[in-house]
Structures are given as structure tokens and as C-alpha cells.
């Protein structure tokens, strides 16, 4: 089997570390990721500047660009292998509900996605700066396995998130549905020491609706959520609505 890590912490945060080593023990690996932190960049792609790749060592790279450029660069440039699946994290803290959407981390999964590569994405539910990786990493490697050896459905990629327990803590993982997060007070103004007004986003522990089965719910009861994402958008439950609107 042969994998390529990424992640949107960068490439020096323990998180890929442990994330691939743990892969090495199933696989081949070559880790293709951001040279700094890329957090909440998302899907962005780097069209307007040439992308520089370092080597580090043997099949480790580190790109100046997004996790999307990285799973492109390694696909089509820089590695010597076509991979049977990529691996983006491990996330230092929750991609729960509404952060897919700003996550670095998950769009890596969503761009090989795109390329037909079987992809997850992996985050341990943690506070910034602490964070045991071990018990995630073993995961990581059970469902690298199993993916690969059972397939994804088309256009399905997983979003995994792990609690920071210890592996003899951790409840099993269930298979979960997408949260919703409480967006609220989560912008900070203050004024600068020249007097002018800045804003901070982001900074507030922001709490989740109590959705049965959710990511949200598994997390908060121990368990590993496993959620099965994917690419088409479309809502199609409100498609006979809006075909009645009467637009021109
Ligand atoms: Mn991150």
C-alpha cells in the first residue's frame, strides 16, 4: 500500500510525525505537506505564484503552499508512486461540524477526492498546543487497511476525529452525520496601542447543537467519529422548490 500524508499544521507538527510513522507500519509513505501553518485556508489553490518544494529526506517534502497544492505537487510532481490512498493530519484539534468547510485539513482529503484517491482526513479533539497523537495514529493505520482494502464509495471521502484519550479510554468509533456548531461572540475587538481598532476571529470555544448521531455527539461521549463526506453540494430535496420560482 502506498500513501501520502499531508496535513495544514505543517510539516514539522507532531501530529503528521505520529501520523506517519504509525502509516509506515502498513504501508509505504511519503509525507508531501505545507512548510508552515496552513490552518483554515481551506480548498485554496495557488494559481498567482510559483510554488518552491524542499526535500527534507527521503520521500518528505515541504511545499510553500496549501494542503491542496501539497496532495497536487506530490501527485503529479514529486513523488515516485501513484497513491492507493491519502491521509491528511493529524489535526491539532476538532474538524467537527461547520469546520469542514474552513478546514486545511479536510480539503487535502477533498482534493484527491477529486483525483479518484481514496482519502481521510484525521484531527485529535484537542487544545492548542497539548495533544497525546498516539491513539489517533493507530487508528489511522486500522482505517488506512481497511480502507483500501474495502474501497469508499464514489465522490466519499471520511472525516475523522479522535478524543484526546488514551487508546484504553476511547470508546469504539461510530459512523456519524455532520454537526452544527453555535457561531456566537466569536469575533474580539479591541483597539491597538496606536489607537486604531483591530478584530480577532476565531478565538471563542465554540459550542455545538446537541444533534443525535452527530460528530459533535460521538465526541462528547468518547467515542471516534467516522463521517462520510462528500463533494456534491447539491441540495436536492430543494430542487422541485425552486424549480417553481419563477426566475426570468
Ligand atoms: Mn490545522
Known sequence: MKILVTNDDGIHAPGIEALAEALRGVGEVAVVAPDRERSAVSHALTLHHPLRAECLGPGRFA?????????????????????????????????????????????AAMEATLMGIPAFAISL????????????????????????????????????????????????????????????????????????CYYWIGTADLAFLDIQGSDSAAISAGHISVTPLHLDLTNRSSIDMLRKWELC
Open 63 to 107: 511545499v510553500d503552499g496549501t494542503p491542496t497544492d501539497c496532495v497536487n505537487l506530490g501527485i503529479h510532481s514529486l513523488l515516485d508512486f501513484h497513491p492507493d490512498l491519502v491521509v491528511s493530519g493529524i489535526n491539532r484539534g476538532a474538524n467537527l461540524g461547520d469546520d469542514v468547510t474552513y478546514s486545511g485539513t479536510v480539503a
Open 125 to 196: 479533539v484537542c487544545r492548542e498546543g497539548h495533544g497525546d497523537y498516539g491513539a489517533a495514529a493507530a487508528f489511522a493505520a486500522r482505517l488506512a487497511g481497511t480502507v483500501v482494502a474495502r474501497g469508499l464509495p464514489a465522490d466519499t471521502f471520511l472525516n475523522v476525529n479522535v478524543p484526546d484519550l488514551r487508546a484504553d479510554q476511547l470508546l469504539p468509533p461510530l459512523i456519524t452525520t455532520q454537526g452544527k456548531r453555535r457561531y456566537e461572540g466569536t469575533i474580539v475587538d479591541k483597539v491597538d496601542p496606536r489607537g486604531r
